[in-house]
């Protein structure tokens, strides 16, 4: 198999600035650091017994100079970048296709649209995003600079996006008792808190990966399964006879390519998410029976509402949020979005925004950003700070500060 020319050129292309380490039959892996920059290499390690092979997810200026126990300091000035990596690990592999689309299908809501998914070889699922389209800095860090970090928190706050849903599908496609029966797992193993718990039987490694972390190789084989580990345009039309050496069609230009920035909108909102869930409880408690109306709004939001050029959809999420923290019912947001996005110079697709509400309805209710959060208000260019903004720290706090101002002024 490793000796297609097609495929060895795929591998050394794919290896350019990053560690690839073999492992063997026996399942050990080679030493490391290694690189990929010749057949020869590649026929060498496969003469000596190597059945598959494995690269970082990060990209360096030179994988040679990585050594054991360096500090972070001195990998983020060797590392250039990173591809998010989504790694779904699962032992059924229907129940990974179904993980694998609702990823898929979070990344879109995101806008993100050059990500590339491969099979795992086995039962798993890989949904890649490349580096060429993360915004260039995330709150003032360079995002070379921002694994495994970013990486964390972007894969828990979309587990926790497709939660409910990857629930709802599992249980709708096979019901409880032929997911006990299948997965050989009893019902306590499978339940939490008394609902059922989808991440009992698939989970998404990369909410515990660290730096260096390796995934399988496109194009290598799986040492216990010996299927290749191929990329995939339709997962849920995939059948394991497709990654069978012999089948193996070589895609060109996978993991290449996006529009730089094209993700900068999934970095902010996993950003965000962190601290919002630290928010939602004392949120709860303070919610406004009686919606608090526009003429208490601070500055920021009025200028949003007038119409904008740039950062319509991050002023969707921050509309959404501010709006529900101050008491509006969903049918007063939905319609003031749909007539704010009328004043925009250049209105956002209507099915974007149905999509936020959508989504939305169905999680709690968070905070907008604070004040200080530089990707939003500042960023966007509405923060016009009126004096009752001095020791204001959110939106919502201005309102609820307005209003309390004009009951005791009557």
């Given at each position: 198999y490793?000796h297609?020319?097609d495929?060895?050129?795929e591998?050394?292309?794919?290896a350019?600035?990053r560690?690839?380490?073999?492992?063997?039959?026996d399942?050990?892996?080679?030493k490391?650091?290694?690189?990929?920059?010749?057949?020869?290499?590649?026929?060498?390690?496969?003469?000596?017994?190597?059945?598959?092979?494995?690269?970082?997810?990060e990209?360096?200026?030179?994988?040679?100079?990585l050594?054991?126990?360096?500090?972070?300091?001195?990998?983020?000035k060797?590392r250039?970048?990173w591809?998010?990596?989504?790694d779904?690990d699962?032992?059924f592999?229907?129940?990974?296709?179904?993980?694998?689309r609702l990823l898929i299908?979070?990344?879109?809501f995101?806008e993100?649209k050059?990500y590339?998914v491969?099979?795992?070889?086995?039962?798993?699922?890989?949904?890649?995003v490349?580096?060429?389209?993360?915004?260039k800095?995330v709150?003032?860090?360079?995002t070379s600079?921002l694994?495994?970090?970013?990486?964390?928190k972007?894969?828990?706050?979309?587990m926790?996006?497709?939660?409910?849903?990857?629930?709802?599908?599992?249980l709708?496609?096979?019901?409880?008792?032929?997911?006990?029966r299948r997965?050989g797992?009893?019902?306590?193993?499978?339940v939490?808190?008394?609902?059922?718990?989808?991440?009992?039987?698939?989970s998404?490694?990369?909410?515990?990966?660290?730096?260096?972390?390796?995934?399988?190789?496109p194009?290598s084989?799986n040492?216990?399964s010996?299927l290749?580990?191929?990329?995939?345009?339709?997962v849920m039309?995939?059948?394991l006879?497709?990654?069978?050496?012999?089948n193996?069609?070589v895609?060109?230009g996978?993991?290449e390519?996006?529009?730089?920035?094209?993700?900068?909108?999934?970095?902010?909102?996993?950003?965000?998410?962190e601290?919002?869930?630290?928010?939602?409880?004392?949120l709860?408690?303070?919610?406004?029976?009686?919606?608090i109306?526009?003429?208490?709004?601070p500055?920021?939001?009025?200028?949003?509402l007038k119409?904008?050029?740039d950062?319509?959809?991050r002023?969707?999420?921050?509309?959404i949020?501010?709006?529900?923290?101050l008491?509006?019912?969903?049918?007063s947001?939905?319609?003031?979005?749909?007539?704010w996005?009328?004043?925009?110079?250049?209105?956002l697709?209507?099915?974007?925004?149905a999509?936020?509400?959508?989504?939305h309805?169905k999680n709690?209710?968070y905070?907008?950003?604070?004040c200080?959060n530089?990707?939003?208000?500042?960023?966007?260019?509405?923060c016009?700070p009126?004096?009752?903004?001095?020791?204001?720290?959110?939106?919502v706090?201005?309102?609820f500060?307005?209003?309390?101002?004009?009951?005791?002024?009557?």
């Amino acid at each position: 198999y490793y000796h297609r020319k097609d495929i060895r050129e795929e591998m050394l292309r794919l290896a350019e600035h990053r560690e690839v380490v073999p492992r063997y039959k026996d399942g050990g892996f080679g030493k490391r650091p290694q690189t990929l920059k010749y057949e020869k290499e590649l026929e060498k390690w496969v003469r000596e017994g190597a059945v598959s092979f494995h690269m970082s997810e990060e990209r360096w200026i030179n994988p040679m100079m990585l050594t054991p126990g360096m500090r972070k300091e001195e990998m983020d000035k060797l590392r250039t970048g990173w591809d998010l990596v989504l790694d779904v690990d699962t032992n059924f592999l229907e129940f990974g296709k179904i993980c694998a689309r609702l990823l898929i299908k979070a990344l879109k809501f995101h806008e993100v649209k050059h990500y590339f998914v491969k099979f795992s070889g086995r039962t798993g699922w890989h949904i890649i995003v490349p580096y060429e389209t993360f915004p260039k800095e995330v709150n003032g860090i360079p995002t070379s600079r921002l694994f495994p970090e970013a990486a964390i928190k972007i894969s828990q706050y979309l587990m926790d996006m497709i939660r409910n849903k990857l629930s709802d599908e599992l249980l709708d496609s096979f019901g409880f008792e032929e997911l006990m029966r299948r997965s050989g797992k009893k019902y306590e193993d499978l339940v939490k808190e008394e609902e059922f718990d989808p991440y009992s039987l698939i989970s998404i490694d990369s909410v515990a990966i660290s730096s260096r972390h390796l995934f399988r190789m496109p194009y290598s084989l799986n040492e216990k399964s010996w299927l290749v580990s191929i990329p995939v345009k339709n997962v849920m039309k995939f059948e394991l006879e497709q990654a069978r050496p012999e089948n193996v069609v070589v895609e060109e230009g996978f993991m290449e390519g996006g529009r730089p920035g094209e993700a900068k909108q999934l970095f902010i909102q996993a950003y965000e998410y962190e601290v919002m869930k630290e928010r939602e409880v004392s949120l709860a408690r303070s919610i406004p029976k009686r919606a608090i109306p526009k003429q208490f709004f601070p500055p920021c939001i009025k200028n949003i509402l007038k119409g904008l050029e740039d950062g319509r959809k991050r002023s969707v999420f921050i509309l959404i949020n501010f709006l529900r923290s101050l008491g509006w019912d969903f049918d007063s947001i939905e319609k003031e979005l749909y007539e704010w996005n009328k004043r925009n110079k250049e209105p956002l697709r209507e099915n974007y925004i149905a999509s936020q509400l959508k989504w939305h309805k169905k999680n709690p209710i968070y905070l907008p950003p604070n004040c200080d959060n530089r990707n939003y208000y500042l960023d966007i260019g509405v923060c016009q700070p009126d004096p009752l903004c001095k020791g204001i720290k959110n939106p919502v706090t201005y309102s609820f500060k307005s209003r309390r101002r004009y009951r005791k002024s009557r």
